[in-house]
């Protein structure tokens, strides 16, 4: 049964190990004081409103920026990790390089020392994955928003990152593509085993991927939820929206 | 006798039909042509009939045949020689420099801080206000014309460098920093394509800028090139040279910008705007 619930973790996947993190940006702290613990290969989704700081921990976690305070450790087992190798991000937008073909937007997401005898292979491969093999030659601007972020997701997986951190890269796409995105990504995190950080506005979302559901209220952690439902999960099923209702509901709590 | 002819008049109607097609084809793609080509008609006419004098303007074909001669003698290749290695080698190092402070001034807030407003200064004052100066400083030397052309191929160069690295998507930028590229992989991969569209409208305007400035230049301080052939033969009132001269500036402008845009358009393939047909 637990095998259904959660993928099994890659030998390598990195767990995140969250200290009194806090992070201003020269104002009041976006983040008072985070301390979370994520497993190595586990699906945890952040939600809360705009401005609750949570693309600010995703960015934190990320390495793009610095912690004003606290610490922020990523492990595989007693390896210490540099976010630079470990960590892939999936941004909000698919942040293609136009001047250059899909396969070559892919190849950025490799390693630098990767032999330049495998690169091709590498980003093809990543481009089967998201079922994009056969556009590897043309230019991003032919493709469409949806396959555009599946290019993105692929640059992402190119590397085989042991933590993939997703800052709503589903926001832009309309509902059917949505749910074709959110399959696939479901769908690489099982086969890849890696551990992943979804921020979200859209709490269906989260409780239809994550293992792990946290809230984040005033840059700080207001509920801590295991959605431990079996995968693949159905939309519309009456747990998941047991979950869904008891998440926005505090979230709505939190306005009041 | 009737009822033989029209199935024959059926058969060949699609054929004009093409026909047809192909003339509007043809016409199509004449059509700018039309203007300059019924000009030249009514020049040549007016010659020949003598409304036009020729010491104001000679015929198309006197002009025509003053080129063959100039051709013949060898000196037109010559003086195109002179005159392109002057505007190549004053471009190379006005455009460089541009390009190279342009970049410095877009990718760095000091350099700009430090940079800019003198060469906003500088590019205030007309680059031929210069010419005595320039005169002064080096003669009717060729350091004289490649100092003007290098002077005034810089500025717009320049301006619309420091524009396109400054105007590349940030967010891409921070793709590229989260993607471990490190500084010179940045600019190679990032700053640069992402500025080349505005770097190439710095181009085409900097080789207009070129030929203008070397045209002026020549013609008041100069002893070779077309300027100075076109200079040299109104002493004489050979107004076919003079004319002849005028056209050759105009092909070679043209063919500069041509080459310019064959550039542009195999660079900047991956952009949808810049796409041929």
């Not at chain 1, 492990?75 to 937008?93: D, K, N, T």
């Not at chain 1, 630098?112 to 230019?139: C, K, M, S």
């Not at chain 2, 970049?103 to 700009?112: A, H, I, Q």
Request: charged content about 20%; overall charge positive.
């Amino acid at each position: 049964m637990d095998g259904m619930v959660q993928a099994p973790a890659r030998a390598g996947a990195a767990a995140v190990g969250i200290r009194g993190l806090r992070k201003d940006f020269g104002g009041p702290s976006v983040l008072q004081g985070i301390d979370l613990d994520i497993p190595a290969g586990q699906f945890l989704a952040v939600v809360g409103r705009s401005g609750c700081g949570k693309s600010t921990l995703l960015r934190l976690i990320a390495g793009l920026d610095r912690p004003s305070a606290g610490t922020l450790a990523l492990q595989a087992g007693p390896e210490r990790l540099a976010p630079e190798a470990a960590v892939r991000l999936m941004f909000q937008e698919p942040r293609l390089l136009p001047w250059s073909s899909i396969r070559g937007n892919v190849e950025v997401g490799l390693a630098r020392d990767t032999p330049a005898a495998l690169r091709e292979a590498r980003a093809q491969a990543a481009l089967a994955e998201v079922g994009l093999a056969d556009r590897a030659a043309e230019w991003p601007s032919v493709l469409s928003g949806g396959q555009k972020q599946r290019v993105a997701l692929a640059r992402a997986l190119v590397s085989r990152p042991r933590l993939l951190v997703l800052d709503e890269p589903l926001g832009a796409l309309d509902a059917l593509t949505r749910i074709g995105m959110q399959a696939l990504v479901e769908e690489v995190w099982r086969a890849e085993g890696f551990t992943a950080v979804l921020v979200t506005h859209d709490v269906g979302e989260a409780v239809a991927l994550a293992d792990r559901v946290i809230l984040l209220e005033r840059g700080r952690v207001a509920m801590d939820l295991a959605i431990d439902l079996p995968r693949p999960r159905r939309r519309g099923d009456a747990a998941l929206a047991g979950f869904e209702a008891r998440i926005l509901e505090r979230l709505l709590a939190g306005e009041r | 006798m009737s009822g033989a002819v029209l199935p024959q008049a059926g058969l060949a109607a699609p054929a004009a039909r093409r026909a047809g097609l192909a003339w509007r084809g043809l016409g199509r793609s004449a059509l700018p042509w039309l203007l300059p080509a019924l000009l030249l008609l009514a020049w040549q006419a007016g010659s020949m009939a003598g409304w036009i004098e020729e010491e104001v303007l000679p015929a198309p074909s006197a002009v025509l045949a003053a080129g063959w001669d100039l051709a013949q003698s060898g000196e037109l290749l010559r003086n195109i020689e002179v005159s392109a290695w002057r505007a190549l080698a004053g471009f190379a190092i006005g455009g460089g420099l541009g390009l190279g402070f342009g970049v410095l001034t877009g990718l760095s807030r000091l350099g700009e801080r430090l940079l800019d407003s003198s060469v906003q200064m500088l590019r205030n004052i007309p680059h031929l206000a210069l010419i005595p100066l320039v005169i002064l400083w080096f003669g009717i030397d060729e350091a004289a014309k490649l100092f003007l052309v290098a002077l005034g191929s810089f500025f717009p160069v320049y301006v619309n460098t420091m524009h396109g690295v400054r105007s590349v998507d940030p967010q891409l930028v921070e793709m590229g920093r989260a993607y471990g590229m490190d500084a010179p992989r940045l600019f190679r991969r990032i700053v640069l394509p992402g500025a080349l569209p505005s770097i190439f409208v710095g181009l085409r305007y900097g080789l207009g800028i070129m030929w203008l400035t070397l045209i002026v230049a020549e013609t008041i301080a100069a002893n070779s090139g077309i300027g100075y052939m076109a200079m040299h033969a109104r002493e004489f009132m050979l107004v076919d040279v003079v004319v002849f001269s005028i056209l050759v500036y105009a092909l070679l402008g043209k063919l500069a910008d041509s080459l310019a845009r064959l550039l542009e358009r195999l660079c900047l393939s991956w952009n949808p705007a810049y796409r041929s047909a």
